[in-house]
């Protein structure tokens, strides 16, 4: 159980234009799921928060124009980084918190790479 | 805010050896905390968590850690590693109350050689 996708796993595009990453929990309604950013070798940094039916809380630094994210049902979060650009390449995993007994962990996605040429 | 110390960056050790992975972290509330694990080019795996009650928790493939709250740490052991432990570990905490979001430690690459 408490499985996460994500999709795409990878990704190459042109700056300038629009990525969509999807994010799924699969076997369990997750009221909130979180987007993070990592860098190679580094630890993960959280981005935002997403509550379904809400609008997502964005950590300080991050820009909710650049990152686009919408919560549209308890299975399915998606991330879209608008105009992307060379230094937004990096791997971006998400995270979903179920309820019931799984409420206080979260169960991460496989992640996706984005490569902007 | 809390915070979370990886004392250890790298920890190389030997085929069937016992490892200890620190963990420390600092918060002014009360904090669920976990141990996750990430191989290369993946997301990341729960290996344990604690919430309350028995402060040894059992994990997944034979790791365990202890919480001991005066000494504000969760450290990770294994007490026969294999070579396929080899990883990045992650110790994270989340506060009470704080939407269960995640504050992580900076990772300590487990490196297993044979």
């Known amino acids: 159980g408490a499985v996460v996708s994500q999709h795409p796993s990878w990704v190459i595009c042109k700056s300038g234009t629009s990525v969509k990453i999807e994010c799924r929990s699969l076997d369990f309604q997750a009221t909130t799921m979180f987007w993070y950013r990592q860098f190679p070798k580094q630890s993960l940094m959280l981005m935002a928060t997403?509550?379904?039916?809400?609008?997502?809380?964005?950590e300080q630094g991050v820009e909710k124009d650049k990152f686009l994210i919408n919560h549209a049902s308890l299975t399915l979060s998606t991330l879209t980084v608008t105009s992307a650009h060379p230094e937004d390449s990096s791997f971006y995993i998400c995270?979903?918190?179920?309820?019931?007994?799984?409420?206080?962990?979260?169960?991460f996605g496989p992640g996706t790479r984005l490569l902007v040429l | 805010a809390q915070s979370v110390t990886q004392l250890d960056s790298q920890v190389p050790v030997f085929e069937e050896a016992p490892v200890e992975l620190r963990c420390n972290y600092s918060s002014s509330v009360s904090v669920y905390l976990f141990w996750y694990v990430q191989y290369p080019n993946q997301g990341l795996q729960l290996l344990l968590k604690y919430l309350s009650g028995s402060t040894l928790v059992k994990g997944i493939n034979g790791f365990e850690a202890e919480f001991n709250k005066s000494q504000t740490s969760f450290h990770l052991r294994k007490p026969s590693v294999h070579i396929s432990d080899t990883a990045e570990y992650f110790c994270a905490v989340s506060r009470w109350g704080s939407n269960y979001k995640l504050t992580f430690g900076k990772g300590t690459l487990l490196t297993v050689n044979p």
């Open positions: 997403s509550n379904e039916g809400s609008k997502a809380t964005y």
């Open positions: 995270s979903a918190r179920g309820v019931g007994d799984t409420g206080e962990t979260q169960y």
